[in-house]
């Protein structure tokens, strides 16, 4: 359907809570039920077996059952029909126990100029003002007919069994396929009154008979409130329903919650039924209009937003965008409805108690509640020596303040509450290894109880993680990755650093225990290599889980010089990083590849020089099975040939300096770079490169002549 006009005025609905007469009327006998109604017709045979928790006959579930001068209001929740329209409310009714058992004296009396407020609930908004959707008050007169003990305190063991109706003098339209409540209270005034309602609590034979709702306290003595308590239990009660053939299905669903308001919304609904025909949408609709508080969410009346046409032939679905100033906002919660108008030009002037307009029940949704706004890199990774402090802190604000007002803190490491830590920053003086895990922020916005969840955080301690020296054996000195040899290799008395490890290219290995999974906080692979062959794809070392599997690799690509590191992430590349002609033969040569988990570059270096770098996704944190020194994952890769010597792995980047530290370690003071002015090649800035420059001294290169 399209709209025919939006308003620039606006007329307003008075649709706040009502405070009308209603009718009580007494019957001696069980009211009819009609196929619309909402009914519990099971009641108790005894006190003891009435609504609430106590097993024995007597006063012990008095709180729970009676409606009196000294007692809170009482009530019970119910279900709509699933009907396509709206449910109007005529009356409800409850019962003066009925007992055919009971063991002690039930007292009842009905006191003359007694105020009596009922009204109709919201369960899914108590304590919250919007609770009470309409009340009706009537002050008993004594004269009413079937009354029984009129000013006068009765008693009896079982009761009377009188039905009391309370007829609404304005019938209420209520949401079809809902969740409502009514409760009863006697107000302050007037002589005393009680008499105990009938029911039957949850857990007695024949308990819950009615599934769908249950029995209610709320407020205080004379005094209703918008909370509810839960008797557990139903009462007897009927609630007396038709259904009206108006507009329905309403989108957003009615008590919706979380409705998106980050784009323009659509309201949509479903086009009344035919009432002589209810399979047929009703052709008499001309127009529908929407009454709203969208302007103000906290107003209790509802103004006229929007007309639109029905269409020829009328459209079973009609809809509205809302926009412009009625956009909605967040933490909000929203009320409408729809009156069909049957007059085009009239209808809807008058607002739903117009007889041209047919109205529906009003509905509502609730938008997305604000949650504290957490900065995203916060809390940061502590990637830190042992022994040295670490510090966790996460930034958040309050999105109505724009502060850090009404916000709360939850630190969790490994997903459990470290319940001592409630402030924004998380402290740890003295990092150990037990201190290592995944650290995260709960922040609550108290105002409204959401929360957000920081990112989680690591704590690594920064280590070797392992350390072939290959000094006549394949122990691991750093951490117990003890490898084992395959193939028969030997060992070399002139290694680099004291021994290395001969692989003859054909058969010869290290197989490396399981394990190698967490690198998030970076990775450092060094080690020296004399290759005396360059077999195809020959690897210095392969960790994963088999061909392609989780693998990150230090290799030769295919049998050219080229130097390569790769990681798989499952069986896809996470990313490669190659360095052309960086492979000597017969050579050592000090191989290293800086993994840094923040920028994600991984850095080649060779004799503690950087010769290329790349982006390249960090290893997946899994445990690698399958480890290899000097052997592929793949079986038609070659192995390798030659020494390999102090193969060391860190989980950390190491600096410029510190790979420069353990390249001068083995090799000696080394030119790590080339001043700019070191004209003779030696490293050093001095005299001779002066005179270097002396000897050019005022050397022309202009044409046709210098000046």
Request: glycine share 8%; with cysteine.
């Amino acid at each position: 359907m399209q709209m025919k006009r939006f308003f620039t005025f606006l007329l307003v609905l008075a649709w706040a809570v009502s405070a009308s007469g209603a009718i009580l009327t007494f019957h001696p006998t069980q009211p009819a039920v009609d196929a619309d109604d909402i009914y519990n017709l099971v009641g108790s045979a005894a006190d003891r077996d009435n609504v609430g928790t106590s097993t024995a006959d007597g006063a012990a579930n008095d709180g729970c059952t009676y409606i009196a001068h000294d007692r809170n209001g009482k009530g019970q929740t119910f279900k709509t029909l699933n009907v396509p329209g709206s449910c109007r409310v005529r009356s409800v009714t409850v019962r003066h126990v009925g007992y055919t058992n009971n063991t002690v004296t039930t007292w009842y009396m009905i006191g003359t100029e007694s105020p009596l407020l009922v009204r109709l609930t919201d369960p899914t908004n108590q304590n919250t003002p919007n609770f009470v959707l309409a009340s009706e008050s009537y002050i008993t007169t004594g004269a009413e007919a079937n009354i029984f003990s009129v000013g006068v305190t009765s008693s009896s063991l079982n009761g009377t069994g009188t039905w009391l109706t309370f007829t609404f003098e304005n019938p209420i339209l209520l949401a079809s396929d809902t969740l409502y409540g009514f409760d009863i209270t006697k107000t302050a005034g007037g002589q005393s009154f009680f008499f105990e309602t009938h029911g039957i609590k949850d857990t007695a034979v024949g308990g819950n008979p009615y599934p769908n709702g249950t029995a209610y306290s709320t407020g205080t003595v004379q005094v209703p409130g918008n909370n509810l308590t839960v008797d557990p239990g139903d009462r007897v009660f009927i609630v007396k329903l038709d259904t009206v053939y108006s507009a329905w299905g309403p989108m957003p669903s009615h008590k919706a919650a979380g409705v998106d308001t980050d784009v323009p919304l659509t309201l949509s609904w479903k086009t009344g039924m035919n009432p002589s025909n209810p399979a047929q949408v009703n052709p008499n609709v001309k127009v529908h209009y929407l009454f709203g508080n969208f302007a103000n969410p906290a107003d209790p009346n509802l103004y006229l937003v929007a007309a639109i046409d029905a269409g020829q032939p009328v459209q079973e679905t009609a809809s509205c965008l809302l926009q412009g100033a009625y956009a909605v906002r967040r933490d909000q919660t929203y009320r409408w409805m729809i009156a069909e108008g049957l007059d085009n030009g009239h209808g809807g002037v008058f607002g739903p108690s117009d007889p041209n307009n047919i109205s529906s029940a009003v509905w509502s949704f609730k938008t997305e509640l604000s949650v504290p706004d957490i900065a995203p890199d916060t809390p940061a990774d502590q990637v830190i020596f042992p022994g040295e402090p670490a510090s966790f802190e996460v930034s958040a604000l309050n999105p109505f303040t724009g502060d850090t007002s009404n916000l709360t803190y939850r630190w969790y490491k490994n997903n459990v509450l470290l319940s001592s830590q409630t402030s924004s920053t998380l402290s740890i003086a003295n990092a150990k290894e037990s201190d290592e895990g995944e650290y995260y922020c709960v922040v609550t916005l108290t105002t409204n109880g959401t929360s957000s969840q920081s990112r989680t955080a690591i704590l690594k301690l920064k280590k070797l993680v392992a350390h072939w020296k290959f000094d006549n054996d394949a122990l691991d000195s750093a951490d117990g990755f003890h490898g084992t040899l395959m193939g028969g290799p030997s060992f070399d008395s002139t290694g680099k650093i004291g021994q290395s490890l001969i692989l003859d290219g054909v058969d010869d290995y290290v197989d490396i225990p399981d394990g190698f999974a967490d690198f998030r906080s970076g990775l450092t692979i060094s080690l020296w290599a004399r290759p005396t062959a360059a077999n195809n794809y020959a690897r210095f070392l392969d960790f994963g889980n088999g061909a392609p599997s989780d693998n990150f690799f230090f290799t030769r690509v295919g049998t050219t010089s080229t130097l390569q590191y790769q990681v798989m992430h499952m069986n896809v590349s996470g990313g490669i990083v190659e360095a052309a002609n960086a492979l000597t033969l017969n050579e050592w040569q000090m191989l290293v590849v800086v993994h840094d988990p923040v920028t994600t570059l991984a850095t080649l270096y060779k004799n503690g020089v950087p010769i290329a770098s790349g982006g390249v996704a960090v290893p997946n944190n899994v445990v690698r099975t399958s480890n290899f020194i000097g052997r592929s994952n793949w079986t038609a890769d070659a192995y390798y040939a030659g020494r390999i010597d102090d193969v060391r792995i860190y989980n950390y980047p190491l600096s410029e300096e510190e790979i420069a530290a353990l390249y001068a370690a083995a090799e000696g003071p080394y030119c790590r770079f080339r001043p700019e002015f070191d004209l003779t090649g030696d490293c050093y800035v001095k005299l001779d490169d002066f005179a270097v420059l002396a000897q050019h001294w005022l050397e022309c290169g202009f044409y046709p002549s210098c000046q």
